[in-house]
Protein backbone atom coordinates (compact mmCIF):
# COMPACT_ATOMS: atom_id res chain seq x y z
CA UNK A 1 0.00 0.00 0.00
CA UNK A 2 1.35 3.64 -0.90
CA UNK A 3 2.43 5.58 2.19
CA UNK A 4 -0.24 8.34 1.36
CA UNK A 5 -2.86 5.37 1.36
CA UNK A 6 -1.84 3.86 4.13
CA UNK A 7 -1.90 7.63 6.23
CA UNK A 8 -5.08 8.35 4.85
CA UNK A 9 -6.63 5.13 5.90
CA UNK A 10 -4.56 4.69 9.25
CA UNK A 11 -6.42 8.60 9.97
CA UNK A 12 -10.06 7.32 8.80
CA UNK A 13 -9.63 4.33 10.77
CA UNK A 14 -9.09 6.65 14.07
CA UNK A 15 -11.67 8.38 13.22
CA UNK A 16 -14.16 5.60 12.55
CA UNK A 17 -12.85 4.26 16.12
CA UNK A 18 -14.29 7.55 17.63
CA UNK A 19 -17.52 7.29 15.76
CA UNK A 20 -20.37 7.86 17.77
CA UNK A 21 -22.35 5.51 15.33
CA UNK A 22 -19.63 2.73 15.01
CA UNK A 23 -20.54 -0.63 15.45
CA UNK A 24 -18.08 -2.38 18.73
CA UNK A 25 -17.21 -4.94 16.04
CA UNK A 26 -15.86 -2.70 13.32
CA UNK A 27 -14.07 -0.89 16.42
CA UNK A 28 -12.48 -4.30 17.24
CA UNK A 29 -11.85 -5.13 13.65
CA UNK A 30 -10.37 -1.30 13.33
CA UNK A 31 -7.86 -1.45 16.84
CA UNK A 32 -7.00 -5.16 15.05
CA UNK A 33 -5.92 -4.01 11.91
CA UNK A 34 -4.12 -0.88 13.60
CA UNK A 35 -2.27 -2.91 15.66
CA UNK A 36 -1.08 -5.27 12.41
CA UNK A 37 0.31 -2.66 10.70
CA UNK A 38 3.85 -3.36 9.67
CA UNK A 39 3.85 -6.93 10.97
CA UNK A 40 2.98 -10.62 9.49
CA UNK A 41 -0.27 -10.05 10.14
CA UNK A 42 -1.03 -7.03 8.53
CA UNK A 43 -2.07 -8.56 4.87
CA UNK A 44 -4.75 -10.91 7.09
CA UNK A 45 -6.41 -8.30 9.44
CA UNK A 46 -6.14 -5.66 6.70
CA UNK A 47 -8.68 -8.65 4.99
CA UNK A 48 -10.74 -9.07 7.82
CA UNK A 49 -11.00 -5.31 8.37
CA UNK A 50 -12.37 -5.00 5.06
CA UNK A 51 -14.67 -7.83 5.21
CA UNK A 52 -16.02 -6.04 8.43
CA UNK A 53 -16.52 -2.94 6.57
CA UNK A 54 -18.38 -4.51 4.24
CA UNK A 55 -20.86 -6.30 6.14
CA UNK A 56 -21.18 -2.57 8.48
CA UNK A 57 -21.86 -0.36 5.91
CA UNK A 58 -25.92 0.47 5.53
CA UNK A 59 -26.78 0.17 2.34
CA UNK A 60 -30.02 2.96 2.03
CA UNK A 61 -32.47 0.12 0.93
CA UNK A 62 -31.66 -1.52 4.50
CA UNK A 63 -31.97 1.76 6.69
CA UNK A 64 -35.31 2.73 4.86
CA UNK A 65 -36.55 -0.69 6.14
CA UNK A 66 -35.12 -0.39 9.64
CA UNK A 67 -36.64 2.50 10.27
CA UNK A 68 -40.08 2.28 8.94
CA UNK A 69 -39.99 -1.18 10.90
CA UNK A 70 -41.86 -2.03 14.40
CA UNK A 71 -38.01 -2.75 15.24
CA UNK A 72 -36.54 0.82 14.37
CA UNK A 73 -39.56 2.57 15.79
CA UNK A 74 -38.88 0.66 18.88
CA UNK A 75 -34.82 1.24 19.07
CA UNK A 76 -35.34 5.43 17.59
CA UNK A 77 -38.61 6.08 19.15
CA UNK A 78 -41.52 7.05 16.82
CA UNK A 79 -40.91 10.22 15.91
CA UNK A 80 -37.00 9.89 15.57
CA UNK A 81 -37.04 6.94 13.43
CA UNK A 82 -39.81 8.46 10.96
CA UNK A 83 -37.10 10.89 10.32
CA UNK A 84 -34.11 8.67 9.89
CA UNK A 85 -36.49 7.26 7.35
CA UNK A 86 -37.77 10.69 5.42
CA UNK A 87 -34.10 11.33 5.49
CA UNK A 88 -33.17 8.00 4.18
CA UNK A 89 -35.32 8.72 1.35
CA UNK A 90 -34.21 11.91 0.41
CA UNK A 91 -30.48 10.53 0.54
CA UNK A 92 -31.97 7.93 -1.63
CA UNK A 93 -33.43 10.10 -4.36
CA UNK A 94 -30.09 12.29 -4.54
CA UNK A 95 -28.64 8.82 -5.85
CA UNK A 96 -26.86 7.39 -2.56
CA UNK A 97 -26.95 4.15 -1.53
CA UNK A 98 -25.62 4.19 1.88
CA UNK A 99 -26.59 5.64 5.31
CA UNK A 100 -24.47 9.51 6.19
CA UNK A 101 -24.20 8.84 9.53
CA UNK A 102 -19.94 9.26 11.10
CA UNK A 103 -19.67 5.60 10.82
CA UNK A 104 -21.11 4.60 7.51
CA UNK A 105 -19.14 8.13 6.41
CA UNK A 106 -15.78 6.73 7.17
CA UNK A 107 -16.45 3.27 5.93
CA UNK A 108 -17.09 4.42 2.58
CA UNK A 109 -14.27 6.38 2.71
CA UNK A 110 -12.04 3.50 3.38
CA UNK A 111 -14.10 1.30 1.28
CA UNK A 112 -13.02 3.74 -1.87
CA UNK A 113 -9.36 2.58 -1.47
CA UNK A 114 -10.24 -0.90 -0.83
CA UNK A 115 -8.07 -2.31 -3.87
CA UNK A 116 -5.64 -0.03 -3.12
CA UNK A 117 -5.52 -1.67 0.78
CA UNK A 118 -5.00 -5.25 -0.25
Same mark, same amino acid.
Request: aromatic share 6%; charged share 35%; net charge negative.
Given at each position: ???????? @?? %???? !????????????????????????????? %????????????? @???????? =?? =???????????? +??????????? !??? &?????????? &???????????? +????
Amino acid at each position: MEKNVREL @IE %AKTR !ELIEAPTCSSETKEAAVRWLEALGTDREK %AETESYISELEED @IMPIEQLI =AF =AGSEAGKSYFGA +DTAAGIEAHAK !EIK &AAGGKYCDCP &ACLLVKEILDHK +DEML
